[in-house]
């Protein structure tokens, strides 16, 4: 298989189903952010975390080329002539939204009450966590968008949303697990 097509040359791409689009399109952008959440989530998992994180975040990361798969097919492809679906794989559903809330509330239980927002740092597995959560936002937010535009599979959204809880709850953990102080951000008032 080449890699190389040469047909996104004049800076167009096709989607799932066949419609050809710029490459600037909201659709590819989501998509596109998809993928570089991707990749941030394995460069957090390549960090020196527990083995049950990172097959956490290995299933994440297939989720998410799942997701991924679906903003690349538009409502009106979802569906074949013969009445089958495009994508023939499990969907993001319900249960990929409640699988990151039994994970977030399985960190909550060994965590401290949190009381204030925190400042992001103090380690750098926590920090490309918190890098990772911000580029989960960003493809929410492209998303809601698309979504505004085009209907999409309100999941996606729903998903999006929980998985930024996730790794913002998990950069909690890793900043424990890593014996680093957690720093409340606590503004200072006008006197």
Same mark, same amino acid.
């Given at each position: ?84 679906? /495009? +994508? ?6 319900? &249960?990929?939204? @409640?699988?990151?809330? %039994?994970?977030?509330? $399985? ?54 949303? /929980? +998985? ?6 998990? &950069?909690?953990? @890793?900043?424990?697990? %890593?014996?680093?102080? $957690? ?9």
């Amino acid at each position: 298989m080449k890699i190389y097509t040469k047909t996104g040359d004049k800076g167009s791409t096709s989607l799932y189903g066949g419609t050809r689009v710029s490459k600037d399109n909201i659709r590819i952008e989501a998509y596109g952010t998809v993928d570089e959440l991707n990749a941030n989530i394995g460069l957090l998992r390549d960090q020196k975390i527990d083995t049950s994180t990172s097959e956490s975040l290995l299933k994440i990361q297939n989720e998410l080329f799942t997701l991924g798969a679906m903003l690349a097919t538009p409502k009106e492809k979802e569906v074949l002539k013969s009445g089958k679906e /495009r +994508l023939n794989i499990p969907k993001i559903t319900e &249960a990929s939204i @409640l699988y990151l809330e %039994n994970q977030i509330d $399985e960190m909550n239980k060994t965590l401290p009450e949190m009381k204030y927002f925190v400042l992001p740092g103090g380690h750098q597995t926590v920090s490309y966590c918190h890098i990772t959560r911000c580029i989960c936002r960003r493809v929410e937010r492209i998303s809601v968008s698309l979504n505004e535009l085009e209907e999409i599979d309100i999941h996606i959204i729903m998903y999006l949303n /929980r +998985l930024s809880d996730y790794l913002f709850v998990l &950069a909690r953990k @890793l900043t424990y697990d %890593n014996n680093v102080e $957690e720093i409340p951000w606590i503004p200072e008032h006008k006197k």
